[in-house]
């Protein structure tokens, strides 16, 4: 069983920065893939950015170049650095984790608001 703890979140203005952090219980080399989503209200649940095993990312284009995926596997964390946001961001944030096993787990997710 893995269990995910996410923190950061919180209101910030336009322009400005967070850093997401979600703690895993197990091991993330255990890990296939790695990622955060996003759900604002009345919309669907997004993928945010994704990092593999062997360290591939991706990112939606809405973010490219302005948030960042990273992973510290001594500290079984993965981050999310995001950098110039905009109130079109705002969402609750989400991590999800793919183990090698094909199953899926996902945190309790964590609110970012971003003011204009």
């Known amino acids: 069983q893995v269990q995910l703890v996410e923190s950061g979140g919180g209101l910030v203005q336009a322009g400005g920065s967070l850093r997401l952090s979600c703690a895993a219980s197990?091991?993330?080399?255990?890990?296939?893939?790695m990622g955060w989503y996003r759900q604002a209200p009345g919309k669907q649940r997004e993928l945010v950015a994704i990092?593999?095993?062997?360290?591939?990312?991706d990112y939606a284009d809405s973010v490219k170049g302005r948030f960042a995926i990273s992973r510290d596997s001594a500290k079984n964390t993965v981050y999310l650095q995001m950098n110039s946001l905009k109130p079109e961001d705002t969402a609750v944030y989400y991590c999800?984790?793919?183990?090698?096993?094909?199953?899926?787990?996902w945190g309790q997710g964590t609110q970012v608001t971003v003011s204009s």
């Open positions: 999800h984790i793919v183990t090698i096993k094909g199953a899926d787990y």
């Open positions: 197990g091991s993330i080399f255990s890990f296939n893939a």
């Open positions: 990092m593999t095993s062997g360290g591939t990312t």
